[in-house]
């Protein structure tokens, strides 16, 4: 999984995770902090059409605290925990 800063995307405030799956099911994206409340991600490319997705976010404040879940619908997937979303 690669966050990508908006420098790197050359472009207004968006975030981006990258990642691949070895299964064949559609996976969504959200982020959330009690503080901001929850972001969903729109899913750029992914699978079952490919195995690496690309879920993008915007909007998303500069906090502390954050948590990253990306699933599908059979359950598979992951969190991530206390991630910083910064500035350039």
Known sequence: MRWYKRSELGCEPL???VGTSDQSY???GQIYSSARGTFF???VQGPPDYST?????TGVP??????????DCE???FTVTGIRVVGP
């Open 15 to 17: 975030r981006v995770v």
């Open 26 to 28: 559609p996976v969504t």
């Open 41 to 43: 991600g729109q899913v």
């Open 53 to 57: 997705y690309i879920i993008r976010f």
């Open 62 to 71: 500069f906090d502390n605290g954050y948590t990253l879940t990306v699933s």
């Open 75 to 77: 359950g598979y997937g």
